[in-house]
């Protein structure tokens, strides 16, 4: 499997799994401060994790991006 196949399958459960816990949230279906500030936390560490992962795939797009034809233009004078 591709990796780019990879990351973007791992995006997408991440971001299912950040709107089942922020459902929860939202639908009351928490009963403590102490549960409240689990799930927060479980929902920052995978914003994070989904952060890192869009990182990396703009640094891959820029690698690619700056691959191409090379042009040596020393030695030459500029034309008046």
Do not use: C, F, H, W
Request: hydrophobic fraction near 30%.
């Amino acid at each position: 499997m591709e990796p780019e196949t990879i990351l973007a399958q791992l995006n997408k459960g991440l971001a299912r799994r950040i709107n089942q816990l922020a459902l929860s949230v939202t639908s009351g279906g928490v009963d403590s401060m102490e549960t409240y500030k689990y799930i927060i936390g479980q929902i920052n560490a995978l914003e994070s994790v989904r952060q890192e992962i869009s990182n990396l795939q703009q640094d891959e797009g820029a690698k690619n991006e700056n691959t191409g034809t090379v042009v040596d233009l020393k030695g030459r004078s500029p034309k008046n």
